[in-house]
Nanobody, 124 residues
Framework: QVQLAESGGGLVQAGGSLRLSCAAS????????MGWFRQAPGKEREFVAA????????YYADSVKGRFTISRDNAENAVYLQMNSLKPEDTAVYYC?????????????????WGQGTQVTVSS
């Protein structure tokens, strides 16, 4: 069993930055992949970024490529999402997720564990 807890959300002006953290507890295997998703009011949950726990390969949604960076700290059992040049359309609840396999997936149903989410609001 894996538990995930996000933190670091908040209110920021357009053009600003935030760093989200995801603390993982339980059994995280080196074969796992971790992802960040987001969900805005009235919209589907959408993929943001993913990283392999071992090796650190990453993949990004086109909408955040060049602005967001996903990283992990194996010793701390944590995953991070550095968000720069934020836009009002980035406003959403951001979720951390884990899947029990190394392939980087972009759809929510491929992830087995989820955190409770953290709100990110970008004002114009």
């Amino acid at each position: 069993q894996v538990q995930l807890a996000e933190s670091g959300g908040g209110l920021v002006q357009a053009g600003g930055s935030l760093r989200l953290s995801c603390a993982a507890s339980g059994r995280i295997f080196s074969s796992y992949a971790m992802g960040w998703f987001r969900q805005a009011p009235g919209k589907e949950r959408e993929f943001v970024a993913a990283i392999r726990w071992s090796g650190g390969d990453t993949y990004y949604a086109d909408s955040v490529k060049g602005r967001f960076t996903i990283s992990r700290d194996n010793a701390e059992n944590a995953v991070y999402l550095q968000m720069n040049s934020l836009k009002p359309e980035d406003t959403a609840v951001y979720y951390c997720a884990a899947r029990g396999g190394p392939i980087l997936k972009t759809t929510a149903q491929h992830y087995d564990y989820w955190g409770q989410g953290t709100q990110v609001t970008v004002s114009s």
